[in-house]
């Protein structure tokens, strides 16, 4: 099925518009029908369901369809000043008159400027609009034959003054017409196509939100009930959706956001036994307030995560236990790599470090911590993308009593009080939203930090150590990543090699890992040097990390005594993995696609298992998810 549907309501013009799709090469682009009026209708209610993105058609019919509200976009085919000019020479020819009084019975769609270029050509022309199909008969009864030379219309207006002996011509549409309108049905086609993938995306980031998302018109109807709503207030999309809100939503009262534009935040309500925090903003077009969207949070939940994040900081005690002396490798570039780190650890002041996901940051970073004035101080690390903003925000600065609902009646010290004369290790800085960097900014700007909800501030002695594997000089061109708190980070910067770029790394590190794991889980094992020059051919995607875990893998499940590079491949889990000794000649969007696909379509759409197998973390992969495009369609 074609996006675009050429409807001809006459032979002439169907056998016309088929040879000039077939001149621009337009066959497999383009439809085309014979119907009019009532059958055209009933064609183009068909074809709404077809994917059809636009309907060229003309004259009455056109209007037809208009009328008859599909939801498709039609484009008219006019009359220009070339079909005029057309119609008036033949005019001539059939009356042998120099200047024939000429009578045109058309529709409204179809006469747009005809007036004004009949002045300018020198035209003798009356025009008799029509609105709708019965104006027809109404019309051909005001022409006078007496001061009408020769009337011009569709085939029924023809007709009827074909019967008061009133010479008739029959209006057609020149090339040019036609290709003008094909040209901007193409227009709309690429329009739709954009508009669709917006849609999309939104469609991808409601469906798949952590929140319960719903949308309502200024009707109150509902709109939009994602997933999580549904979860959290035990109701199916389909029994709310094109429901009045206040049927479904009684505990809400959308009149102050629906009338007058205020925003509620941090409302908290309780519905079946679960306590739910939400928020209301308005939806503003054009300064025209059209609806509202709530979007709703467990707090349970809320609470149950940050009580996890705050326990795993806890359960580390602060403390870096890697030295530089753990860091292996002897390739040129992670010496240098090492050189540079150990020069900047005594240096008291910010460090970037930039690096793929498995090279290592954090071991460096500790490193540096235990080489730096403050190695007897905490070392406190954080993953900016485990957390969503609101938590990540109350983790960093910490908050006081009552700053918000179902915070700690004692309140609690933030990461960074916690890392007072140390070391604050801020992974994936990258992930951080614009907010979380202002206050970050402001910390290094200032040295000090103010818990939510409080008003007094609170001096910090830290040393920021930050860490990401993107780009953060595009991120700032984004508008993503704020310009003059990437100056403050990159006061001093360590740039990690990956795994593939470290030449004879692999050997190392497979004899560390292998003496590590034969001990830990008592076996007795060794590799040939075959084996393992089948590990250094591998691209290792995910680094240090990947090859570590591949090496756990096959002491834990091999039984040969020796692993020679076919018992390596034998073991290889492909179902998980690329294939080992073949690496990829690069590592291009495309070849990402498919893996991302791939992984999806393995993990049956769970994205936490999905970015868990592609080596990445969620936020990362929804990005990915947007910019390639990819659907999710979510099994529950």
């Known amino acids: 099925m074609s996006k675009i549907a050429f ?42 369901n077809e994917d059809v993105d636009v309907i060229v058609c ?47 019975v058309a529709f ?19 025009i008799l609009p029509l609105n709708n199909m019965n104006d027809i008969s109404t019309k051909n009864e005001e022409i006078d034959s007496n001061t009408v030379d ?68 200024q009707e109150r109807i509902i709109k939009v009930f994602n997933p999580t709503a549904e979860r959290l207030l035990n109701l199916p999309a389909k029994e709310t959706l094109g429901k009045n809100a206040d049927t479904i939503l009684s505990f809400i009262n959308l009149n102050p956001c629906l009338q007058s534009g205020q ?61 530089f002396k753990n860091i292996i490798g002897s390739s040129p570039e992670v010496v240098e790599s090492k050189r540079i780190a150990q020069e900047i650890a005594p240096i008291d002041a910010t460090v970037l470090i930039y690096g793929e996901s498995g090279t290592g940051k954090e071991l460096f970073a500790q490193s540096i911590h235990n080489n ?21 925000e109350s983790e960093l600065f910490g908050y006081v009593e009552g700053a918000f609902t179902g915070a700690n009646k004692k309140g609690k010290q933030g990461l960074f009080e916690m890392a007072h004369r140390g070391t604050i290790f801020l992974d994936e800085i990258s992930e951080m939203d614009k907010y979380g960097q202002n206050r970050l900014l402001r910390v290094l700007q200032e040295k000090q930090v103010m818990r939510l909800g409080d008003d007094k501030v609170i001096p910090v002695d830290v040393r920021i150590i930050a860490a990401t594997n993107k780009n953060l000089v595009e991120l700032i061109s984004e508008n993503l990543f704020r310009q003059d708190l990437f100056y403050r980070l990159k006061l001093l910067t360590l740039d990690l090699p990956p795994l593939r770029e470290r030449s004879g790394d692999v050997k190392l ?45 096959l002491v834990i499940i091999a039984n040969e005594k020796i692993i020679t590079d076919s018992v390596v491949r034998k073991y290889w889990d492909r ?13 291009s969007a495309t070849s990402e696609k498919d893996r991302i696909i791939e992984a999806l379509a393995e993990c049956k759409s769970n994205i936490s298992r999905t970015a868990h197998m592609l080596n990445m973390d969620r936020t990362t992969l929804y990005k990915k998810l947007r910019s390639y495009n990819i659907q999710v369609m979510k099994a529950y």
């Open 7 to 48: 409807i001809a309501p006459d032979k002439q013009l169907y056998l016309q518009g088929k040879r000039i799709i077939k001149d621009l090469g337009l066959e497999q682009k383009i439809d085309i029908y014979l119907a009019r009026l009532k059958r055209a209708i009933t064609l183009a209610q068909r074809l709404q």
């Open 58 to 104: 003309r004259g009455g019919t056109a209007t037809s369809i208009i009328d008859s509200n599909i939801r498709i976009p039609v484009v008219e085919i006019p009359i220009t000043g070339q079909d005029l000019a057309q119609l008036f020479h033949e005019a001539k020819k059939i009356t042998g008159l120099p200047a024939p009084k000429l009578a045109m």
């Open 108 to 126: 409204r769609n179809m006469t747009h400027d005809i007036e004004v270029l009949s002045n300018i050509l020198g035209i003798n022309l009356t």
């Open 150 to 217: 020769v009337v011009a219309g569709g085939r029924r207006s023809v007709l009827l003054a074909a019967r008061k002996g009133i010479k008739t011509l029959l209006v057609k549409s020149g090339d040019y017409s036609i290709k003008t309108a094909l040209f901007e049905a193409k227009k709309i086609v690429l329009a739709r196509k954009i508009e669709k993938e917006y849609a999309q995306e939104f469609k991808a980031l409601v469906d798949f939100s952590s929140d319960g998302i719903i949308s309502v018109n």
């Open 263 to 323: 925003e509620f935040i941090g409302q908290t309500t309780q519905v079946n036994n679960c306590w739910l925090s939400f928020n209301i903003a308005p939806i503003i077009v054009d300064r025209i307030i059209t609806g509202a969207i709530i979007t709703f949070q467990d707090i349970t939940r809320v609470q149950e995560i940050e009580t996890k994040i705050r326990n795993d900081v806890l359960a580390r005690k602060f403390v870096a236990k890697y030295q």
């Open 372 to 392: 730096s004035q403050r190695r007897n101080g905490p070392f406190v690390a954080i993953n900016c993308a485990a957390l969503p903003s609101n938590l990540l």
């Open 509 to 553: 590190l497979a004899l560390h890992f292998v003496e590590l794991f034969k001990k830990k889980y008592n076996k007795n094992l060794d590799f040939s040097p075959a084996a393992y020059e089948c590990l250094d051919e591998h691209h290792w995607p995910g680094n240090v990390r990947e090859f570590m875990y591949f090496i756990e893998r």
């Open 575 to 587: 179902k998980h993995t690329a294939n080992i000794c073949n690496p990829p000649v690069s590592s």
